[in-house]
């Protein structure tokens, strides 16, 4: 029996792998990847690379084992069709009698244009008839703290989101989560929405950056339309500016607030709040 991981080397499926390393033997993880050198340092430490690729439906055929544990990460490449990529993985999986697949889907609430492909991705995999379990995952703190850079130059932060709250928790926690379903037991066919302990709106999040830096950021909240001209003016394609557009107004309306505490009762931990992963950034 392995545990495998698609997207091993992405932001979160490194993580999940780092944190699968200190529970269980090298030898059980599988780490699915696209590029094997960029899993070189896995290898190294005893971890199986198998190289397969999503829009290649045959490089699949034998990642998987009757018995296996499994966590598909989401795609992002949003213009291939993600859910066709996914059931790529969800046929797999069933054909070799996997015992659970986890999926790393979007918040139940979550109306926004981002969230169709996770839900055709769940309905894939309901009907499929392999046992799963849905990881919702809510918004990552590294959404936001990743490219601080544009922000401390204009000393402002720009969004859509009203007054809207975000229920954020880094890579880290929903990684923590994803492992001790993988190596867990009782999750099959279950559902959990996760997301940060302490959810924020964004006039929180720029005070939160002056007190930080000493320097004055405001929040500017513009209209959706505003926002996706400001976006492609920063070089993001027009549909993809849209989507992250589409996230703000769902924001406004409340859909990324997520108390259910599954995150940190899954982690066995507080989620990490945004104040910390803004240290960290600046830090770095």
């Known amino acids: 029996m392995s545990i495998v991981v698609t997207g091993a080397t992405g932001h979160l499926g490194r993580h999940v792998v780092e944190q699968l390393l200190e529970k269980v033997p090298a030898d059980q993880i599988t780490a699915v990847v696209r590029t094997p050198e960029k899993a070189a340092d896995f290898a190294e430490r005893g971890v199986k690379i ?6 290649t439906p045959e490089t699949f055929d034998t990642v998987f084992a009757a018995g296996d544990k499994a966590l598909l990460i989401s795609g992002n490449e949003f213009e291939k069709g993600r859910v ?3 059931k790529v993985v969800i046929e ?3 054909a070799a009698g996997v015992a659970l697949l986890a999926y ?4 139940g609430p979550l109306a926004a244009a981002l969230a169709d492909d996770h839900r055709g991705t769940e309905e894939a995999l309901l009907a499929s008839g392999v046992p799963y379990a849905l990881l919702r995952n ?3 703190n590294e959404n936001y703290t990743e490219n601080l850079a544009p922000v401390l130059e204009h000393n402002a932060v720009v969004a859509a989101a009203g007054d809207g709250r975000v229920s954020s928790a880094s890579r880290a926690d929903y990684a923590a989560a994803a492992v001790a379903v993988l190596t867990g037991e009782g999750h099959e066919n279950q559902t959990y929405e996760l997301g940060g302990d302490e959810a924020w709106s964004f ?3 720029a005070a939160e950056l002056s007190r930080q830096t000493g320097k004055e950021i405001a929040y500017n909240n513009v209209p959706a339309e505003t926002l996706i001209g400001i976006l492609t003016g920063a070089g ?4 993809f500016a849209a989507i992250l557009a589409g996230v703000d107004v ?3 309306q409340g859909q990324l607030i997520v108390s259910t505490g599954d995150l940190s009762r899954l982690s066995g931990r507080p989620t990490t709040p945004i104040s910390e992963a803004i240290a960290l950034a600046l830090k770095g």
């Open 50 to 55: 198998v190289v397969a690729d999503y829009n």
């Open 84 to 86: 066709g990529q996914h």
């Open 92 to 94: 797999a999986a069933k």
């Open 104 to 107: 790393t889907s979007a918040p």
């Open 138 to 140: 809510g918004w990552y």
């Open 203 to 205: 006039a929180e999040y």
């Open 236 to 239: 993001l394609p027009e549909p």
């Open 250 to 252: 769902s924001i406004a």
